[in-house]
C-alpha cells in the first residue's frame, strides 16, 4: 500500500473510530444515528435474507434501463444534429426549452400517466439521461477530424454506413465518456425517484428503514448506496481506460 | 589555449557588500545545486551572471530573493542573514505572463506592490501612472495584461517592481522570451531605470553580448555544482550605446573572454 | 448577432411553435386522455389562472425561498471550508481523496437521515438543500485553490503579504471561474432537492403543487407547474452566466 493511499484512509479510519467510540461512551439512543459497528451488522443481516439484494436488483435495473434508453434517443439526436447544422439550429430552442425542466419535475407526470413501479421510475431516468449524452455526443460528432469525414464522402458511402462505420467508432471516446457521465445520473435519479414516492428499490429501502426507526438500517443502506455509486463510476473509468486507452484523454478521463 | 576556465577567487563577502553569498551551498533532491559560492555585490552594483544550461544561475537568484533557504553558508543582505523575502528586494522573473495577476488591470498589478507596502489608496493612482510612465506604458493603466504584447508585459512586471522601491533589483532572463528588437529596447530601458534608482541589480541571463552590454562586472558560472568560474570587469564607459558600445574593442575582448569560458565548460 | 443567426433563431421558435402546435392537435384529437395530457391552451390558462388568482406565486415565492436559502448557505460554507482544505497540500492529501469517494454518492440519500433528525419540516428541507448544494462548489473552490499559479505565490513572498492578503487577493481571485462555475451547477442541484424536498415534506413550494395537482388529477394545473419549473430553472441559470460573465471580464478579454 502506497503512503498516499495509507494517508487517504487516516480521515475515514479515524473518523469512525471516533464515532464508534463516542456512540459506546455515551449509550447512544437516536432515530437517527448509530454507532458503525451495527451499521455493519445491519447491512450483513439485509444481505443475509436478501432483501438488500432485491432492493439493488431493483434499483439496478431501473437505472439500466432508463440510461439505455435515454442513451439511444440522445445518441440519436446528438450525431443527427452534430452531422446536421441546419437541424441543429433549427432545433435549439426547443431542445433548450425542454432541457431545464428538472427530470424531478416530470415525476407527477409520469406517475399520473404510468402509476408506481418500474415503468414511471425508466422514464424519468431516460429523459434525465438524455440530454447529456445529447449535447455531449454533438460536441464529439462536431469535433471529428473533418479528413474522415470528406473520406467518407469520396467513398461515397451512405449515410447510415457512414454513420455506422466512421462516425460513431471516431467519436467513441468522448461519447463514452458521456455514457459514464450518465451512468452516474441515472443512480443519482433513480435512487432519488424511488425515495420521493416510488415503492421500490435500495431508495425505498432507506425510507421504511427510516420510517421503522432502525438507524442502523437506514445508515446501512446509506454506506451501500455509497458503495453502489463508488463501484459503478470506478468500473466505468476502467472499462474507459481498457477500452479507449488514451484516445479518451481528450475527453476528460476522470 | 587560454581557454580553460579561469579559477579566480571571487570577490570576498564584505560587509559593505549590499548582498552577500557566504559559502553557500544549496542541495535540493539530493542533488548539489550550488557549492560553496561567496561572493558580494557593492551597491549599485549592476552584476551580470552567465553560465551554460544547468549551472545554477537561476538558482543563485532565487537564494538572493530569499525563495531559497541555503543548505550550508549564509546569505546576507545588508550584513544581515536572510532568512525569507523581503520587499526591499524585487526579483523579475522570466515567465512574466505567470508572474501578473490576469485578473486586475495593469494600474491594479502595480498596485499591488503599493498595497503590499501600506500605501494610502489616495495617494496610489500617482504613483501608478508615474510608474507606468516611466517604464514606458503611460495610457495603458486600464488593460488586461492578456490584452498587452510580451514586452510590453515584462515591463509591466518591471513597473511592479519597482514600485517595491527596491535596494536591490533581481532580473531572472527577463527578455529571453522576447523578440531581439523589444529586448534592446528593454535593455536601455532598464538601464536608464537602474541609474536613476541606483538600485542594486543581479542579472541572469544566457546571452553573452547583453551580459557585457549591461553589467559592471559578469561572473560565469561553473555547473555541476554551480560555483564561479570566471569573473570580468566590464570597463566600459556609460551611459552604453546599442552600437557604439558593441563595437568597442574592450567588449570584443570581453566577449572572446566569456565566449571561449563558456565553450570550455560545454565539454 | 449578424443577420443570418437573426434569421436562424427566428426559424427555430418556429419550429418550437410547430411542436406547440403539433400538441396543440393531438390533445384536440384526444389522442392522449385529456386527463394525461391537456393541450397547451389549457396548461397556459392554467398558469394565467394560478397567478392572477391562484397562489401559484406563493408557490414559486415557496419554491425559490427554499433553493436560495440553502444555495447561500452553501455557497458559504463550501467556499470556506473549500478554501481551507485547498490551501495546503497536507489537507488535501488527507481529506481529498474522501471527497472523491463520496463524489458520486446520490445526494437524496441522505433525505432519510435529515427526517430522522429533524422529522418532515423546513429545517430539514433546507438541510438537504444545503448539504446537496455544497459539493459542487466546495470540490470546485478545492480545485481552484489548489490550481494557483505557484509563481504568484513566489510574488506575494517576495512582496511580504500578510496571509489574508494573499487569500484574499491572490488565491480567492485565481479560484473565482471554478468557483462560480461551481456555484451554477449548485443552483441546479439547490432546485432539484427543493422539489423532492416539498414532495416528501408537503412544503410550500412547486413541488408540492404540481404533487397535489397529480393526485387530483389535474392535468392543466399540473403541466402549467411543470413548466414554470422548468422556467425556473431557465431563468436562475441564465442569472448566474450573466453574474459569471460580469464578474470574470477579465476572462474575456483573454479571446
Known amino acids: 500500500m502506497t503512503a498516499n493511499s495509507a494517508k487517504a484512509l487516516v480521515l475515514p479510519l479515524a473518523v469512525l473510530v471516533a464515532f464508534e467510540a463516542w ?63 441546419t437541424l441543429n439550429r433549427l432545433m435549439e430552442v426547443t431542445v433548450e426549452a425542454i432541457r431545464p425542466i428538472p427530470s ?36 464529439a460528432v462536431r469535433s471529428i477530424e473533418p479528413r474522415l469525414m470528406e473520406v467518407a464522402r ?39 425517484v424511488e425515495i420521493a414516492i416510488n415503492p421500490l428499490g435500495l431508495g425505498a429501502g432507506i425510507m421504511l428503514a427510516q420510517q421503522a426507526l432502525r438507524p442502523d438500517l437506514m445508515l446501512a443502506y446509506l454506506v451501500w448506496i455509497g458503495a453502489i455509486g463508488y ?16 484516445a479518451a484523454m481528450s475527453g476528460g478521463g476522470q | 589555449m587560454a581557454s580553460a576556465a579561469k579559477r579566480l577567487e571571487a570577490v570576498p563577502a564584505t560587509t559593505t557588500a549590499q548582498i552577500a553569498f557566504d559559502g553557500v551551498t544549496l542541495v535540493l533532491g539530493g542533488k548539489t545545486i550550488i557549492e560553496n559560492l561567496s561572493l558580494g555585490v557593492r551597491p549599485g552594483e549592476f552584476l551580470c551572471i552567465v553560465g551554460a544550461s544547468g ?8 537564494l538572493a530573493a530569499g525563495l531559497y533557504q541555503p543548505t550550508g553558508g549564509r546569505v546576507n543582505f545588508d550584513g544581515q542573514p536572510m532568512r525569507e523575502p523581503r520587499r526591499e528586494i524585487a526579483i523579475v522573473f522570466q515567465d512574466y505572463g505567470k508572474a501578473l495577476l490576469p485578473w486586475r488591470t495593469a494600474a491594479g498589478n502595480v498596485s499591488l506592490a503599493l498595497e503590499a507596502g501600506g500605501m ?78 541606483g538600485a542594486t541589480v543581479i542579472f541572469v541571463t544566457h546571452d553573452l553580448d547583453e551580459a557585457i552590454y549591461l553589467g559592471d562586472r559578469v561572473i560565469g558560472l561553473l555547473p555541476h555544482p554551480g560555483r564561479i568560474g570566471i569573473e570580468l570587469q566590464v570597463n566600459l564607459p556609460r551611459p552604453r550605446d546599442q552600437l557604439s558600445t558593441r563595437e568597442h574593442p574592450e567588449f570584443l575582448r570581453l566577449r572572446r573572454q566569456l565566449f571561449d569560458f563558456i565553450k570550455a565548460t560545454e565539454q | 448577432m449578424n443577420r443570418a443567426a437573426i434569421l436562424w433563431r427566428v426559424a427555430s421558435f418556429a419550429v418550437a411553435a410547430g411542436f406547440i402546435a403539433l400538441w396543440q392537435l393531438i390533445a384536440n384529437l384526444k389522442l392522449v386522455s385529456p386527463v394525461f395530457l391537456p393541450g397547451p391552451d389549457r396548461a397556459w390558462a392554467s398558469l394565467v389562472r394560478g397567478f392572477s388568482s391562484g397562489d401559484l406565486w406563493s408557490k414559486l415565492a415557496g419554491t425559490l425561498e427554499h433553493m436560495a436559502y440553502g444555495w447561500l448557505a452553501a455557497s458559504i460554507a463550501g467556499i470556506a471550508i473549500g478554501a481551507i482544505i485547498g490551501s495546503s497540500r497536507t489537507m488535501r492529501t488527507y481529506v481529498a ?109 412547486l413541488g ?9 388529477f389535474r392535468s392543466a394545473d399540473l403541466f402549467a407547474g411543470v413548466i414554470l419549473l422548468g422556467v425556473t430553472g431557465y431563468v436562475t441559470s441564465v442569472a448566474m452566466s450573466v453574474a459569471e460573465h460580469k464578474l470574470l471580464a477579465w476572462q474575456a478579454a483573454q479571446r
Open chain 1, 23 to 85: 456512540a459506546r461512551a455515551t449509550y447512544l439512543q437516536s432515530d437517527s444515528l448509530a454507532p458503525p459497528s451495527e451499521i455493519v451488522m445491519a447491512l450483513f443481516g439485509a444481505f443475509a435474507d436478501f432483501s438488500i439484494l432485491t432492493a439493488t436488483r431493483d434499483t439496478l435495473f431501473a437505472a439500466f434501463a432508463g440510461l439505455a434508453i435515454g442513451t439511444v434517443i440522445g445518441l440519436a439526436l446528438g450525431i443527427a444534429f452534430g452531422i446536421s447544422d
Open chain 1, 104 to 139: 424531478i419535475a416530470l415525476l407527477p407526470i409520469a406517475l399520473i400517466a404510468l402509476g408506481f413501479g418500474y415503468r414511471m421510475e425508466i422514464v424519468i431516468v431516460a429523459f434525465a439521461c438524455v440530454w447529456p449524452v445529447l449535447i455531449l455526443s454533438r460536441a
Open chain 1, 154 to 192: 469520396a467513398l461515397r458511402l451512405p449515410p447510415a454506413q457512414r454513420v455506422w462505420k466512421i462516425i460513431i467508432p471516431a467519436a467513441l471516446p468522448r461519447i463514452f465518456v458521456a455514457f459514464r457521465l450518465s451512468a452516474g445520473i441515472a443512480l443519482i435519479v433513480a435512487v432519488t
Open chain 1, 231 to 246: 463501484a459503478l463510476n470506478v468500473l466505468l473509468i476502467v472499462a474507459q481506460n481498457r477500452l479507449f486507452g488514451r
Open chain 2, 55 to 62: 549551472c545554477g544561475k537561476t538558482t543563485a537568484l532565487r
Open chain 2, 120 to 197: 494610502p489608496s489616495a495617494e496610489r493612482p500617482a504613483r501608478i501612472e508615474e510608474l507606468l510612465r516611466t517604464v514606458g506604458l503611460p495610457g495603458h493603466t486600464g488593460k488586461y495584461p492578456s490584452e498587452m504584447s510580451g514586452g510590453m508585459q515584462q515591463r509591466l512586471q518591471i513597473a511592479r517592481c519597482l514600485a517595491q522601491e527596491p535596494k536591490t533589483l533581481l532580473m531572472d532572463e527577463p527578455f529571453g522570451a522576447l523578440d531581439a528588437m523589444t529586448r534592446q529596447g528593454l535593455q536601455d530601458e532598464v538601464l536608464s531605470l537602474v541609474a536613476a534608482s
Open chain 3, 97 to 205: 481523496p474522501s471527497l472523491e469517494f463520496l463524489r458520486p454518492l446520490p445526494v437524496s440519500a441522505i433525505i432519510p437521515v435529515a427526517i430522522a433528525m429533524l422529522g418532515l419540516t423546513q429545517a430539514m428541507a433546507l438541510f438537504v438543500i444545503s448539504f446537496g448544494a455544497i459539493w459542487p462548489i466546495m470540490l470546485a473552490t478545492i480545485h481552484g485553490f489548489a490550481a494557483v499559479e505557484p509563481r504568484l505565490y513566489e510574488v506575494a513572498r517576495s512582496l511580504q503579504m500578510s496571509r489574508l492578503a494573499v487569500i484574499s487577493k491572490i488565491a480567492l481571485p485565481s479560484a473565482s471561474p471554478d468557483i462560480l462555475a461551481g456555484m451554477r451547477l449548485s443552483l441546479t442541484v439547490a432546485l432539484i432537492l427543493s422539489v423532492v424536498c416539498e414532495i416528501l415534506a408537503g412544503l410550500d413550494g
Open chain 3, 208 to 216: 408540492h403543487w404540481v404533487l397535489l395537482s397529480a393526485r387530483a
